[in-house]
């Protein structure tokens, strides 16, 4: 079991930027991946960025365009690892709830295109951008 949490939303104007943190317990087992996914009211859960354990690499949505960086920290003597999302140029249609969630095993290269598969998420934390 890994708990998820995440943090740092917020409101901002057009073209702000915002730091988005999600910690979890542990990193995910046999080289699973972390990736920050968003919902807006009525819609799917659309995956925004993943970070690959297994191999170190990180992957974005088409809808990024450069403006989000994706990165981890390891608390030295603890299992806790934070996912950081810095998100630069925001847009009014980045407003949504972002979630973070945690995957075991194998992330194919297209994992963001399949929430479900996530085994472990977190509660969620409202992003809104204002034009």
Known sequence: QIQVMESGGGSVETGGSLRLSCEASKEPDRGGCMAWFRQTPGNEREGVAVLVFGDNT?????????RFTLSRDHAKNSDIVTLILRMN???????????????????????LDHPPLF?????????TVSS
């Open 89 to 111: 140029s925001l847009k009014p249609e980045d407003t949504a709830v972002y979630y973070c969630a945690s995957k075991t095993g194998y992330c194919a290269g297209r994992i």
């Open 119 to 127: 085994n472990y998420w977190g509660h969620g934390t409202q992003v």
């Open 58 to 66: 990180t992957h974005y949505a088409d809808f990024v365009e450069g």
